[in-house]
């Protein structure tokens, strides 16, 4: 299943399952996108992403520490 920068949720939990010791409240954004690229079923343009994506993106892998 390919994912692109909408798909928050499914994002935010292959970034949980990869980066189980980190917390996301300290990911500063340049960090979560380019984590996010590196997803090996992540397919989508960069330029496709902004600061309210990754601020979503964020906010669901918060949520599930939960």
């Not at 949720?9 to 970034?15: F, G, H, S």
């Not at 090996?40 to 906010?59: S, T, V, W, Y």
Request: hydrophobic share 45%.
């Amino acid at each position: 299943m390919s994912m692109v920068w909408t798909d928050t949720l499914d994002i935010a939990i292959e970034l949980y399952e990869t980066h189980p010791d980190v917390d996301p409240r300290l990911v500063r954004f340049t960090d979560l996108m380019g984590w996010v690229m590196a997803l090996p079923d992540f397919n989508d343009d960069p330029k496709r992403c902004g600061e309210k994506i990754l601020e979503a993106i964020q906010l669901a892998w918060i949520a599930e520490l939960d």
